[in-house]
């Protein structure tokens, strides 16, 4: 059988930068900041901030203690693993940017991670140091004590209320005197086997594996996520439209998370934006800040967009907004719609658009394009230098509107597991990487169903978590709800829907209700048999 292969209509491929990660956003003409542009700013102290010329200073001081008083790079590239666990802070850029220059591999640790699990990827990892903010100092020293890493390992990196980054015994000043330049790479098969950075996949069918990512791989990313806007701003100039404006974007995301670490560190150089840093997300900061800072570009989860939507005290808190986007999980039509309704000065303006991608693609492989909206609840267009297909179980290709795998090829795609080949070897099928996420293609369109793993099968029949959910949270009394399966207690092959709730205050809302409302409204087989539990809050893996 032939294979159905989708493409961007315009540019099927692009042709990469011959660059590295920092060359291409400190020394490239592609790289829109100016050495004296603000790129990050503390939200909770407005006066400290970090221009261009002094995040390159630090990334090369940063660089020069790490080769000269831990060794990291010493003995070649692409081998020492650095494990950096920290909320959100100015300086953490220059220390990603400073682990790479010395020629080291940044992991990222999740701020939410437990003292076992940070050991097990310290371990995992081989990582022989390990650089945290104050607050994570008692986990980190713990979880090296665990793994077997001397104390004297263990960094610590502070941005307030001055720029410190010493050693947890406090005599080794890793901000170097010193400068040490990055090393210039331009061969593209060094780009493309190079080992720069390590993000943790979030291990919902197993343990976490440390998805790998190259030069080539982040480089792709900056810059086919920006072809769009870019050409859309080409074509304002040419019409005599364009009327330039100012990006700042509001850091509330985990930097361990893919869209943390590329909007909020990488993006900004870029594009020539300033980051505004949240120490961590709190809602009540989070709109303070979109108000005080005159946030134009707001990237979010959709659990943070519904609340957004169904919040009284959201007034004009986004009235600044000029792009927003989402992605992590799907967002379906009616919460695109409503939450979009609260953006700009006028209704209707503006949409949310969505984005669709994994760790193992360095982030988005589909976006809605600038100066285009779309609120149908798609995940946007295919970008360039990307291909995918949607297969069956058999990885035969499925036929237009009936939901398959989606799969894909691309410069983003991970070169695999770090040391982990039997998960690397189950990820790919000739080639085509296999997200897991299940989608079907409705007019032109491309739409996520759910994720391939986390399907329930009730008696054979297989019922998506995600499409409960989004009739859950459709009824006016419901905040937020969440769908898992739990074992059937006569057969352990089959799962009972549990639906977790979150209710508005004061709604007097019952399980009873709950059952009802589901039960008018989906088939016998999807209904909540594994009962409804209400609490206060639905973890968010994505923002903790």
């Known amino acids: 059988?032939?294979?159905?292969?989708?493409?961007?209509?315009?540019h099927p491929t692009v042709d990469l930068p011959a660059l590295d990660l920092l060359s291409l956003l400190f020394d490239s003409e592609l790289s829109v900041a100016q050495d004296?542009?603000?790129?990050?700013?503390?939200a909770a102290d407005p006066?400290?901030?970090?221009?261009?010329?002094?995040?390159?200073?630090?990334?090369?001081?940063?660089?020069?203690?790490?080769?000269?008083?831990?060794g990291v790079g010493s003995g070649g590239s692409n081998k020492d693993v650095v494990t950096v666990m920290s909320y959100g802070q100015i300086l953490v850029p220059a220390a990603f940017y400073g682990v790479i220059a010395a020629g080291g591999v940044y992991s990222a640790a999740s701020p939410s991670s437990t003292v076992s699990e940070l050991a097990r990827q310290i371990s995992t990892a081989d990582s022989k140091l390990v650089i945290c903010s104050i607050e994570h100092v008692d986990v980190v020293t713990k979880a090296a004590v665990e793994c077997g890493l001397p104390l004297s390992q263990v960094l610590v990196l502070q941005s307030?209320?001055?720029?410190?980054?010493?050693?947890?015994?406090?005599?080794?000043?890793?901000?170097?005197?010193?400068r040490l330049p990055w090393e210039k790479i331009t061969d593209p098969q060094l780009l493309k086997n190079s080992l720069i950075t390590i993000l943790?996949?979030?291990?919902?069918?197993?343990?976490p594996k440390g998805v790998m990512l190259s030069h080539t791989n982040l480089v792709a990313e900056t810059y086919i996520t920006a072809m769009s806007s870019r050409e859309w701003v080409e074509k304002e100039v040419a019409n005599g439209t364009y009327a330039a404006s100012e990006y700042r974007a509001l850091a509330h995301l985990p930097i361990s998370h893919i869209a943390g670490l590329f909007g909020y560190i990488i993006a900004p150089i870029y594009s020539g934006g300033t980051v505004i840093w949240m120490n961590r997300y709190r809602w009540d900061d989070m709109l303070k800040y979109l108000r005080q800072y005159k946030i134009t570009a707001f990237y979010t989860v959709p659990s943070i967009w519904l609340r957004i939507?169904?919040?009284?005290?959201?007034?004009d808190h986004f009235k600044y907004v000029e792009a927003a986007a989402t992605g992590a999980a799907p967002m379906d039509d009616?919460?695109?719609s409503s939450a979009s309704s609260l953006l700009g000065n006028k209704s209707g303006e503006l949409s949310i658009g969505q984005t669709w991608g994994l760790s193992e693609t360095t982030g988005a492989v589909t976006a809605v394009p600038k100066g285009e909206q779309d609120v149908s609840g798609s995940i946007g267009s295919i970008l360039p230098s990307v291909e995918i297909r949607m297969v069956d179980d058999d990885c035969n290709d499925v036929q237009e509107g009936q939901e398959g795998e989606m799969i894909l090829r691309s410069p983003l795609v991970t070169n695999g597991y770090y040391r982990n080949e039997k998960a690397t070897k189950d990820a790919f099928h000739n080639g085509w990487f296999c997200t897991g996420d299940i989608g079907v293609r409705r007019g032109g369109r491309f739409f996520i169903v759910d994720r391939k793993k986390e399907l329930l099968k009730y008696k054979g029949l297989q019922v998506a978590p995600a499409e409960i959910?989004?009739?859950?949270?459709?009824?006016e009394q419901i905040r937020e709800a969440a769908v898992i399966g739990v074992p059937a207690p006569d057969d352990r092959t089959t799962d009972l829907p549990r639906a977790y709730i979150v209710a508005v205050e004061g709604s007097g809302l019952t399980e009873g209700t709950v059952k009802n409302f589901i039960k008018d409204r989906l088939a016998p087989y999807k209904q909540l048999r594994g009962g409804v539990v209400f609490i206060d809050e639905i973890p968010k893996s994505a923002i903790e």
Do not use: C
């Not at 542009?37 to 503390?42: A, C, D, F, P, Y």
């Not at 939507?309 to 959201?314: D, Y």
């Open 1 to 10: 059988m032939a294979q159905r292969i989708y493409r961007h209509p315009k």
């Open 36 to 42: 004296a542009t603000i790129l990050h700013q503390e």
């Open 47 to 70: 006066t400290n901030t970090i221009n261009k010329a002094q995040t390159r200073e630090l990334t090369e001081r940063i660089a020069h203690g790490l080769r000269h008083q831990y």
């Open 160 to 178: 307030s209320p001055a720029w410190t980054f010493r050693s947890l015994e406090g005599d080794v000043d890793v901000l170097s005197r010193d």
């Open 200 to 207: 943790w996949s979030s291990g919902t069918t197993g343990l």
């Open 309 to 315: 939507s169904k919040a009284k005290e959201v007034t």
């Open 334 to 336: 009616q919460l695109q």
């Open 469 to 475: 959910e989004n009739l859950l949270i459709s009824h």
